[in-house]
Each structure stands twice: as C-alpha cells, then as structure tokens.
T-cell receptor, first 112, second 112 residues
Framework: GAGVSQTPSNKVTEKGKYVELRCDPI?????LYWYRQSLGQGPEFLIY????????DSGLPNDRFFAVRPEGSVSTLKIQRTERGDSAVYLC??????????FGEGSRLTVL | SQELEQSPQSLIVQEGKNLTINCTSS?????LYWYKQKYGEGLIFLMM?????EEKSHEKITAKLDEKKQQSSLHITASQPSHAGIYLC????????????FGKGTKLSVIP
C-alpha cells in the first residue's frame, strides 16, 4: 500500500481481555517496528523485526506482550490479560534498511 | 541509556512569527530525526541529521545539529497555522542502530 496501515484505529476493551493490533507495512520494507506512546510522552520502542524474525524485543514490557510477523510483511501485536496501564497509542513503523521510519496512524487502545 | 530533552514543552506563537525548538541529548548523537505529529495521527518525517554542524532546510523549517553532536534545533520561519502540532526529536544510538529514542515532544500552537 501507499503507507503503513494499522487496524483497528481505536480499540476499547475490558481489563483482562486479549487484544490483537495489526500493522500492514509499506510494500517492500523489510524492517518493521512497534512503538507505544502514552499521553504526553514520546514513542517508546517495543520490538523490531527484520524480515520474519524479531531482531530485538527488548522493549516489550513483560510476557503479556508478544508480536509476530510470519510472512515478513504484516505484523500483529498481541496483548494478553490487558491492564489499564496498557492504555496507549500503539504505533507501527516500517523502513527499507536504516534511516527514515514511516509511521502508521496508530491504534489507540483503551483498557477499562 | 540515551535521554532526549526537548524545550520548550509547549509554545504558542502568533502567525508569521519565527520560533525555535531545542533537543538536547544525554549522549553523543549519531543520527537525529525530527518528526511532526498531529493529534490522532502518526509521525511525519521532517529531517534527519548525522554530521556535526549539519543543517537542513525544507520549506520554512530548518534543522541544525551542533558541532559537538549533543544538541539539535528546529527553526520555523514565518509560522503558519499549518505548522501547528507536536514536534518530536528522535535519536539512534550509533552505527547500525535501528532503535530510536524519542523526546517527549514540543506542542506548537499557531494563532491566526
């Protein structure tokens, strides 16, 4: 596609529920990143994929968070047993090699 | 870990006025990125600086990286309402790095 696409744009869920957030990167971009942005803060790194593999998942806050990219294109961020503190905007970005990251518009997650 | 401090946190200017936003790093900057974000939208890439003393311009926006490579400034000339948004600086930690650390952002409002 023309840009990075993220779905859903908004997700409201209850504490304890499971959530999946999807990212469709720019066609041909091998690198894919997930960031999380809380209100009034800058984006914080979660995980980086190069192709199908997670090259660096050091930013994932705990084992409730998991991400996959099975075919090296679309990625899904999965959050188990959601907590109110997980509420944030989850941003996906892709790039062709190092340099400029192209960001999607984000998925706003609200955990009640 | 690297920390980026942006100043001011927020800025309100009259249309047509010039303004400057600063980004100071706790460590040497290898790659410094400026992004703009509007509410509910993703980050839009503005410029990337890598060399000490480097300066880049795009339309009415100029970004500089100081010689010591620990501070960058973003200058907007003759501001317009379309410049309003949150400006974020991001930095990578070195050669081959892919993970960006972001500042908290500077919220710019331009009054017509």
């Amino acid at each position: 596609g023309a840009g990075v696409s993220q779905t859903p744009s908004n997700k409201v869920t209850e504490k304890g529920k499971y959530v999946e957030l999807r990212c469709d990167p720019i066609s041909g971009h091998t690198a894919l990143y997930w960031y999380r942005q809380s209100l009034g803060q800058g984006p914080e790194f979660l995980i980086y994929f190069q192709g199908t593999g997670a090259a660096d998942d050091s930013g994932l806050p705990n084992d409730r968070f998991f991400a996959v990219r099975p075919e090296g294109s679309v990625s899904t961020l999965k959050i188990q047993r959601t907590e109110r503190g997980d509420s944030a905007v989850y941003l996906c970005a892709s790039s062709q090699g190092l340099g400029e990251l192209f960001f999607g518009e984000g998925s706003r997650l609200t955990v009640l | 870990s690297q920390e980026l401090e942006q100043s001011p946190q927020s800025l309100i200017v009259q249309e047509g006025k010039n303004l400057t936003i600063n980004c100071t790093s706790s460590k040497t900057l290898y790659g410094l990125y400026w992004y703009k974000q509007k509410y509910g939208e993703g980050l839009i890439f503005l410029m990337m600086l890598q060399k000490g003393g480097e300066e880049k311009s795009h339309e009415k926006i100029t970004a500089k990286l100081d010689e010591k490579k620990q501070q960058s400034s973003l200058h907007i000339t003759a501001s317009q309402p379309s410049h309003a948004g949150i400006y974020l600086c991001g930095a990578d930690s070195g050669a081959g790095s892919y993970q960006l650390t972001f500042g908290k952002g500077t919220k710019l409002s331009v009054i017509p």
